[in-house]
Structures are given as structure tokens and as C-alpha cells.
């Protein structure tokens, strides 16, 4: 794996069930990762304990916070999008050229396949060459990032849009970035839609490839990470934030069929500029 490239694992209250490390190593990555950690983690000790002091980053969350626009006025930190921005100074700190920022409870790694009849799964074996060719279409593309899809993301088979599709303008959940090319992921909730809405609103190019998939456990089913702060403010101010950072092609709606709750719903032909043929070009 090549020198130059780290994986971030951000954390928060889960040193003893970091499922994202035992699926790194089943799909034979061997370069660099780290666990980053804030410096309000209560359980930091644990952290060190099981992993060592030189896999654990820890970072300044209240300083961090005074840095970018989280969207409210709330002192309620215990969010991610704090550790996503920090990756960029630590990315620096560690000369690095690239980074993956991942969450730390992934299961697997795979990719889905049309065999004629359904989608078939193809589990990851040799991830080194998925994050050099995912290196590599960050460069050609100049995207500020690039994310793999979800395995949400295929409800619907062959006829879901990402699926159809290959490249999405949306990226969420992991993120490949070039250390020099940095942004701020915006808002204290929601920071992922909040970002690529914006940013693609503004003529800035954010990717979901369709060729690599993640899976990981329900959000609000584990202890630690952003399960608390979803648990208490629900999923309609979470989706409220994007509507305040892209009110012109972002609305909260419902969303699911026997059991609903609350989404937020991106209208694409308002959010991102489209391409238009030379043959309007005025001569």
C-alpha cells in the first residue's frame, strides 16, 4: 500500500467494538489507520488500552468547533463532523497526500454485480487496489471527494438510481480526500448532505462511485458515536440543517412505506449546474 495514504478511523465511546478494524484486515489492507479520537472522549483510556498510544489521534473538539460553520448556536459537540474537519490538519501533521475518513462500524466491504437475473454480491478481498483506483479517479475528476456507496443505496436492485447511474453527485458516510484540496464539512448534523448539496450548488464536484460498497450496523442501535444526539433531537432537525445550508433544492418530507419518518428529499434539477451542449454555443 503505498506510503503516502492513511485510513482514519473516527470514534467516539466505542473502544471495545470497533468492528471497522477486524473488516479492514478481512479484506487484506495493509497500509497505515489510525482511530481518531476527540479530547472529550471520557473513555480515551480504553482507546489507548486496547489499541496503543501510536494508533490513537486525538484532537481538540471546542477549538476545532470555533473553526467552521456549525449551522446553530447549540454547545451540544457530540457530532462527527468536528473529527471529519480535524482529518485535514492531521492528514498535514502526518505528511500525508491522501486520506480515507471511515466510520468505525463497518461489516464489510463489497461490490454488487448483475449476473443476468439479480445483483450478485462480491465481497472485497484486496482493498489496497479498490483505494489506488479510488485515488485514482479523485485526481482525474479534481472532486473535492469521493465516497463508496451504501448498501441502502441499491433498494430497488438494478432499477435504484445509483445503480443505474455509476456515479452520483452525492457522497456520504466514507470519504476519500487529497490533503491539499480541503474543505469544510458544514453544519453540526447532517454535515455529509449539508456538504455535498452545497458545495455541487456551487459548481464543486462530490462523488458516489457505484462500484464499492460499505455496510454497517443501524445508526441508533449502538451505544456511543452519534446515536445519542440522534436519539434526542430525531430525524427532523437532523434533515432541517440541509434545508438551511440548500433551501432552494433541499425540503423535509416523509419518507418509507409501513414505517415512516422524517428525510430530507434533494431536488436534483435545482442542486447541482448542469452541462450544456456546444451545440448552444453562441457564435
Known amino acids: 500500500m503505498r506510503n503516502d495514504f492513511a485510513i482514519f478511523i473516527l470514534s467516539h465511546g466505542r473502544a471495545d467494538s470497533i468492528k471497522t478494524i477486524d473488516t479492514l484486515a478481512k479484506c487484506n489492507y495493509t497500509g497505515k489507520w489510525y482511530i481518531v479520537c476527540d479530547n472529550e472522549d471520557e473513555t480515551i483510556d480504553r482507546y489507548y488500552k486496547n489499541f496503543g498510544n501510536d494508533k490513537i489521534i ?13 449551522g446553530d448556536l447549540s454547545n451540544n459537540r457530540k457530532a462527527i463532523v468536528y473529527a471529519r474537519n480535524a482529518c485535514f490538519d492531521i492528514a498535514e501533521q502526518l505528511n500525508l497526500t491522501y486520506f480515507l475518513e471511515l466510520d468505525d462500524d463497518y461489516t464489510e466491504f463489497r461490490s454488487r454485480t448483475w449476473n443476468g437475473k439479480k445483483l ?21 475528476s479534481g472532486a473535492l471527494t469521493i ?7 441499491f433498494i430497488g436492485g438494478v432499477n435504484s438510481r445509483v445503480y443505474k447511474e455509476r456515479l452520483s453527485r452525492k457522497a456520504m458516510n466514507s470519504f476519500f480526500c487529497k490533503t491539499c484540496r480541503k474543505f469544510d464539512f458544514l453544519g453540526r ?25 460499505l455496510n454497517q450496523q443501524d445508526s441508533q442501535q449502538r451505544i456511543g458515536g452519534m446515536s445519542e444526539l440522534y ?13 438551511m445550508y440548500s433551501p432552494s433544492c433541499v425540503k423535509v418530507a416523509e419518507m418509507g412505506c409501513e414505517h415512516k419518518r422524517i428525510h430530507h428529499l434533494v431536488d436534483w434539477k435545482n442542486c447541482v449546474p448542469k452541462i450544456i451542449s456546444d451545440r448552444f454555443k453562441v457564435k
Open 231 to 243: 436519539l434526542a433531537s430525531g430525524t427532523f432537525i437532523k434533515s432541517f440543517f440541509t434545508v
Open 189 to 213: 448534523i447532517n454535515e455529509d448532505v449539508n456538504s455535498y448539496t452545497y458545495y455541487g450548488s456551487i459548481g464543486q464536484l462530490m462523488f458516489t462511485v457505484a462500484d464499492m460498497t
Open 147 to 153: 465516497a463508496f456507496a451504501q448498501t441502502g443505496d
Open 58 to 70: 486525538i484532537f481538540d473538539k471546542l477549538a476545532k468547533s470555533k473553526e467552521f460553520d456549525t
Open 120 to 140: 450478485n454480491t462480491v465481497y472485497c478481498r484486496d482493498l489496497d487496489s479498490i483505494i489506488d483506483e479510488m485515488i485514482e479517479f479523485l485526481d482525474i
